[in-house]
């Protein structure tokens, strides 16, 4: 089994500033891709952002510019950088990692999600 937790969610004024973590740890043997989504009530999920262990990145158009995404792969660690943050950010915020098993099998595993609200 492998547990992903996140932290750093909270309150922030708009044009704020916050930094979300996700540590994996379990049954690893290695971490594909690690992302970053997020639920705004009455939305569907939508993807924020993601990193692969090699370092490529991608952006929602809407947070290009403003959000960036890292990772530590000695620690099995994801961050989301979140600069200039608008009232229209404020969601649910869930962590996604690919996770390769010792046993060499290949699951998408979800943390439980840290809030962002964002006040105007």
């Known amino acids: 089994q492998v547990q992903l937790v996140e932290s750093g969610g909270g309150l922030v004024q708009a044009g704020g500033s916050l930094r979300l973590s996700c540590a994996a740890s379990?049954?690893?043997?290695?971490?594909?891709?690690m992302g970053w989504y997020r639920r705004a009530p009455g939305k569907q999920r939508e993807l924020v952002a993601v990193?692969?262990?090699?370092?490529?990145?991608n952006y929602a158009d809407s947070v290009k510019g403003r959000f960036t995404i890292s990772r530590d792969n000695a620690k099995n660690t994801v961050y989301l950088q979140m600069n200039s943050l608008k009232p229209e950010d404020t969601a649910a915020y869930y962590c996604?990692?690919?996770?390769?098993?010792?046993?060499?099998?290949?699951?998408?595993?979800w943390g439980q999600g840290t809030q962002v609200t964002v006040s105007s």
């Open positions: 990193i692969t262990s090699g370092g490529s990145t």
């Open positions: 996604n990692a690919e996770v390769v098993s010792r046993g060499y099998s290949t699951y998408s595993y």
């Open positions: 379990g049954n690893i043997f290695s971490i594909n891709a």
